[in-house]
């Protein structure tokens, strides 16, 4: 069993380890005069440090309905970092769309990302 101390420690080594930054950007949604609605990422962009990693082939067959023929990425944050499916994260001036996360887990040191890269 992991003590509180010990996932803190895990926690600090893991965002020690994080090469790159990312920009994330929220969904947002607004009406778009014809009672339906429009979605954009025009709001507050937050910067943090990530990792960026092309999937590995186990995580691509999970993903596989949502990728279709795409490549699929991870982008590896802080384990508190608020990001939702349909959010977008940019790295190294690339866009990706989060499928998903991994924000369930318990004992999470990270929060990774399931992303595909917006074209």
């Not at 990728?67 to 970092?81: E, K």
Request: glycine share 8%; hydrophobic share 40%; net charge neutral.
């Amino acid at each position: 069993m992991l003590s509180n101390i010990d996932l803190a420690n895990m926690r600090t080594m893991q965002v020690a380890a994080l090469p790159s930054t990312a920009a994330l950007r929220p969904r947002e949604y607004s009406g778009d005069g014809i009672g339906g609605k429009r979605e954009s990422w025009a709001g507050a962009t937050t910067t943090v440090p990530c990792r960026l990693a092309e999937m590995s082939k186990e995580t691509r067959v999970r993903w596989a309905d949502k990728l279709g023929t795409q490549a699929g990425w991870v982008v590896t944050m802080a384990y508190d970092q608020s990001v939702v499916a349909g959010d977008h994260i940019i790295v190294a001036g690339e866009t990706y769309t989060v499928l998903g996360t991994n924000a369930a887990e318990s004992w999470q040191t990270a929060l990774r990302a399931y992303c595909m890269m917006v074209k």
